[in-house]
């Protein structure tokens, strides 16, 4: 049993508390499409219920360069959504030297990518909690959605947390989707599931703040680490991620990398690389004569794969590195007329 803090000394009207929060001065930290959900919805609240919310002061990073030769300034998506809403704005790229101009109530963090530290937590009177796309423990990290579908989890959920003053993702859970979660097709993107995770995130956001679930003592409710499901880290994404070795991935393997990541690259024995941007389950099963690998065959339009487990897919969509984007298809096959493409003849991609 966790040791705790003898209730005489953690009930609210000890610390300094009412048992009833007043309205709240929010501080939130976002960036993506998933927190945007969690800001309209309390930003709804904030009209809707009386002394519920004070204020919302909206925290997000400065735009970043990106493109060729890194000259456009890609803005955070958040940033159109508060302005659109009509609240103010802080642009940080860290909170080193950094105070609020208004000592906020609470802080909330939704898909924000900054660590907030401890002095900020300190600042505000009921610290902070975080929406997080994943039944924690389980997918602890800056990607649980993608590693959702990576990991072919069957189900997964939300969790609303406090904000650990040492570290991402170890908060108190105040409030868990229930068992058994909400389930995940086989198909489905991140893009789809990440849009639903963040309307039930937002949802849940609102509940917890309506029900005081982040006014101290905090009581855990997650369920999910005394079941007997799995338990992973969700780290970024990276380039790496995006590989395709097939003599490795099994067809499942490849499905899944695409619903979850996109496009996808491998490199040709010659040493160059493949853009892949759509492939399909062909359930051919008479390419027994070639190993796992891309190869052309008499006919067909499209370059076919062998996974490592035998299944042959189709290459629907792909770009020839440093030629026309979306032909990659028609210069394989000029390239590779009838022949086997073994992948095992490759790198494995490493460069």
């Known amino acids: 049993m966790l040791w705790r803090l003898p209730a005489s000394l953690t009930h609210p009207a000890v610390r300094g508390y009412s048992t009833r929060a007043g309205p709240l001065k929010i501080l939130f930290c976002g960036a993506d499409h998933f927190s945007i959900a969690s800001l309209r919805a309390l930003t709804k609240a904030h009209h809707e219920v009386p002394g519920l919310i004070d204020s919302i ?115 108190t859970i105040l409030a868990q989707t229930p068992a058994p979660g909400i389930a995940v097709a086989p198909d489905t993107t991140a893009h789809v599931l990440a849009e639903r995770l963040a309307e039930v995130g937002a949802q849940m956001l609102v509940d917890v703040i309506k029900d005081n679930g982040f006014v101290p003592p905090h009581k855990d409710v997650g369920w999910y680490a005394s079941s007997s499901g799995p338990v992973d880290h969700a780290p970024k994404i990276t380039k790496q991620d995006h590989f395709v070795d097939f003599s490795e991935k099994t067809m499942d393997a490849i499905l899944a990398m695409q619903s979850a990541l996109g496009e996808l690259w491998c490199i040709l024995p010659n040493g160059d690389r493949l853009i892949i941007h759509k492939v399909a389950d062909s359930l051919k099963s008479d390419a027994l004569n070639h190993g796992p690998g891309i190869w052309v065959e008499h006919g067909l339009k499209d370059p076919l794969f062998r996974a490592a487990c035998g299944r042959v897919g189709i290459i629907l969509s792909s770009t020839y590195a440093g030629s026309k984007a979306g032909h990659g298809n028609a210069k394989l096959l000029r390239m590779l007329p009838t022949q086997e493409v073994s992948m095992e003849e490759t790198s494995r991609g490493e460069r």
């Open 57 to 171: 002061d909206v925290v997000h990073r400065p735009a970043k360069p990106t493109g060729r030769g890194l000259k456009t300034l890609k803005e955070v998506p958040i940033r159109h959504a508060a302005s659109e809403l009509g609240l103010t704005t802080h642009v940080i790229d860290t909170f080193t030297g950094w105070t609020p101009p208004t000592r906020p109530d609470l802080i909330v963090a939704v898909s924000f990518g900054l660590f907030v530290p401890p002095r900020l937590l300190g600042l505000a009177k009921y610290g902070g909690i975080n929406v997080h796309p994943s039944l924690l423990p389980d997918l602890r990290g800056p990607a649980p959605i993608e590693h959702a579908i990576l990991n072919r989890r069957s189900c997964t959920g939300v969790s609303v947390q406090t904000l650990h003053p040492k570290t991402f993702d170890q908060g």
